[in-house]
């Protein structure tokens, strides 16, 4: 799985073996965060298999499955609030890490800690492409 840190606290992925979530467990992970849909990809672990892998490693698991025309300002929240309250490091994954990336960078955009103009230069810095963002934050923030 690729990986990527955001910052002290969260690192987003691609889509994460079984192993791998067993071993985020010995590296500290507090909570692993799934953004995934089940089925979207053949040889995808899916929801129930990843919930178990995680909570035999002493994770924390939380599904909140979107994509990109469902994304709503629930979910956006939801996700903040779990990384929030973790205790520790917090992995957030889908097919790539732009979705748990872009849920991320929204919440920050309207929580005031991140302005607009800075979401593409902070996904280039992270090499992720944070378009579908910026578009979301057009049509939702107020």
Known sequence: MKRT??????????????????????????????????GEELGQP?????????????????????????????AVERFHAAVEAAPGPVVAHCRSGTRSLTLWVIGEVLAGRLRRDEVAALG???GYDLSGAERWLDANAA
Request: net charge negative.
């Open 46 to 74: 899916g929801t129930a298999a990843e919930r178990a892998a995680a909570e035999a490693a002493g994770l924390r698991y939380l599904d909140l499955p979107v994509t990109g025309p469902t994304l709503t300002r629930e």
């Open 5 to 38: 840190p955001i910052d002290s606290k969260l690192s987003v992925a691609g889509q994460p073996s079984l192993a791998e979530i067993e071993a985020l467990g010995a590296e500290g992970v507090s909570l692993l965060i799934n953004n995934r849909p089940d």
């Open 124 to 126: 280039t810095r992270h």
